[in-house]
Nanobody
């Protein structure tokens, strides 16, 4: 049974930082792209950042470029999202996901497995 467990969310003031982690079990994720998505109330689930299986290629949404950094530790079967200079508009539930295909997909439908999400709240 594949499980993705996110952690690291919480409440932070604007300008602060958080580091999200996503630990996978039941699946060796080293061969697959992994992504972070977020969903605010009443809005669609949007891509935040994606990393290739090797870590050599990454995607960032324009809204987070220069502030967020995605990384992965294949030995630990874990992907991270370092979030700096947080803004109130970053408030959302953040989800990690695994795509067993190729490339750097940004559409949620492309992903095969999802975590349960972790809440990030940024106060102004």
């Amino acid at each position: 049974q594949v499980q993705l467990v996110e952690s690291g969310g919480g409440l932070v003031q604007a300008g602060g930082s958080l580091r999200l982690s996503c630990a996978a079990s039941g699946l060796i994720v080293s061969n697959y792209a992994m992504g972070w998505f977020r969903q605010a109330p009443g809005k669609e689930r949007d891509p935040v950042s994606v990393i290739s299986w090797s870590g050599d290629s990454t995607f960032y949404a324009n809204s987070v470029k220069g502030r967020f950094t995605i990384s992965r530790d294949n030995a630990q079967n874990t992907v991270y999202l370092q979030m700096n200079s947080l803004k109130p508009e970053d408030t959302a539930v953040y989800y990690c996901a695994v795509d067993r295909g190729t490339g750097l997909p940004t559409k949620p439908v492309a992903y095969d497995y999802w975590g349960q999400g972790t809440q990030v709240t940024v106060s102004s």
